[in-house]
C-alpha cells in the first residue's frame, strides 16, 4: 500500500506538468501542494452523494470546473470532495479522482503488482507490446494522454534497475514525442530528410513517424559512451536529450523562442547547424539522413 500511495503521489505531481511551463507548474505545487492518495482514500470513505464517485466505472461526465465552480452533478457539488483539492484547474482534480478510482478498482489499490501482472502477461520479446500492455487500460484515466502516460511510466519503470531489471528494459524503450520534439525533427530537415513530413498528433507514433525515426538513431547510437551503466540501446535517453535540448527551461537552444521557421537559422554555435536544413547553405536530403544517423552531438 505504501508504494501505491507513493506512486499515486509521484504520478499526480507529474500529471500537473503537463500544458504549461516546468517552473510554473513546480511554483504552483510547492505554495498549493497537490492531490495525495491518503486524502482521497479518506474523502471516498465517506461514500460521498455524488453517484459519480462509487467506482472508477462511473465516474465518468464529471466536468468539474474549478473557475465557474460547477459540475454536470450541482445537486452534489457542496459536498463533493473534488473542489477541496487546490489544484492548478478543475482538469487536474477530475485526473486525481479518476486515476485514484483507477488503481484502487482496477489494480485493487496494487499497482506495482499490477504491472508484474501485465508484464507477466506479455511475456518478454515484445517491448511495445509490453508498453501497450500498461498504456492500453491506464489510457482511459481523465485528462492524461498516450504522451503524459508514456512519459510517467517510463520513470517508473526504470526507477529500480538493480531489482527490476525488466521494467528498465521496457520503460527505456519508451519514446515520448511532444511538440518541441517533433517541431525539432520538422525545423531541422530531419522529417523531410526520410520522407516522413506530418502535423504532430498521432502520426508522430506511427509508421515512419517521429519515433520510429528516433528508434533508428538511438540503434546507431551507443549509449555506454555516455555512462557505461547504460543499456547499449537506449531511446528514452536520446528523446530526452532532443527535449532538454529545446525546452525553454532546459538547455533552450532549438525552439520557436529562439528559431523563425520563415528565416534560415543564425546560431552558428548549435551542435547540429552544419546540417541543419535552416542553415542557409542547406545540405540535400541525403546528406542530411546520412549526418543525423551518425552524428553523435545531435543527441547529447
Not at 508498453?131 to 511510466?153: N, T, Y
Not at 523531410?192 to 504532430?200: D, I, L, Q, S
Request: hydrophobic content about 35%.
Amino acid at each position: 500500500m505504501n508504494s501505491t500511495a507513493g506512486l499515486f503521489d509521484w504520478m499526480m505531481d507529474s500529471f500537473s506538468f503537463q500544458g504549461i511551463s516546468d517552473n510554473v507548474a513546480y511554483s504552483f505545487i510547492e505554495s498549493n501542494g497537490n492531490a495525495t492518495w491518503r486524502k482521497i482514500k479518506s474523502q471516498l470513505a465517506a461514500q460521498p452523494t455524488c453517484p459519480l464517485l462509487p467506482s472508477y466505472w462511473t465516474f465518468e461526465g464529471c466536468r468539474y470546473d474549478k473557475t465557474s465552480k460547477s459540475c454536470s452533478q450541482p445537486n452534489h457539488l457542496a459536498s463533493c470532495p473534488l473542489p477541496s483539492h487546490p489544484l492548478r484547474n478543475g482538469r487536474l482534480n477530475q485526473t486525481a479522482f479518476s486515476l485514484y478510482l483507477f488503481i484502487r478498482d482496477q489494480t485493487k489499490s496494487d499497482l506495482v503488482g499490477w504491472i508484474d501482472e501485465r508484464l507477466e502477461e506479455t511475456g518478454t520479446a515484445d517491448c511495445r507490446a509490453s508498453q501497450e500492455a500498461l498504456i492500453g487500460p491506464m489510457r482511459h484515466i481523465f485528462g492524461v494522454s498516450d504522451k503524459v502516460l508514456a512519459m510517467s511510466l517510463s520513470t517508473v519503470l526504470m526507477a529500480d534497475r538493480a531489482n527490476r531489471p525488466r521494467w528498465f528494459d521496457i520503460g527505456s524503450q519508451m519514446i515520448v514525442v511532444d511538440t518541441l520534439v517533433h517541431n525539432f525533427l520538422k525545423r531541422t530537415g530531419i522529417l523531410a530528410a526520410f520522407e516522413a513530413a506530418h502535423v504532430y498528433g498521432p502520426k508522430c507514433y506511427q509508421h515512419g513517424g517521429c519515433s520510429e525515426i528516433l528508434r533508428r538513431a538511438a540503434e546507431c547510437i551507443d549509449a555506454r559512451a555516455f555512462n557505461n551503466g547504460f543499456p547499449q540501446n537506449f531511446p528514452r535517453l536520446i528523446q530526452h536529450a532532443l527535449w532538454r535540448y529545446c525546452a525553454a527551461d532546459e538547455l533552450d537552444i532549438c525552439n520557436a523562442n529562439n528559431t523563425n521557421d520563415t528565416q534560415y537559422c543564425t546560431n552558428n554555435t548549435c551542435d547540429i547547424y552544419s546540417i541543419c536544413r535552416r542553415n542557409s547553405n542547406n545540405i540535400s536530403k541525403s546528406q542530411a539522413r546520412q549526418s543525423i544517423l551518425v552524428r553523435r552531438k545531435v543527441l547529447i
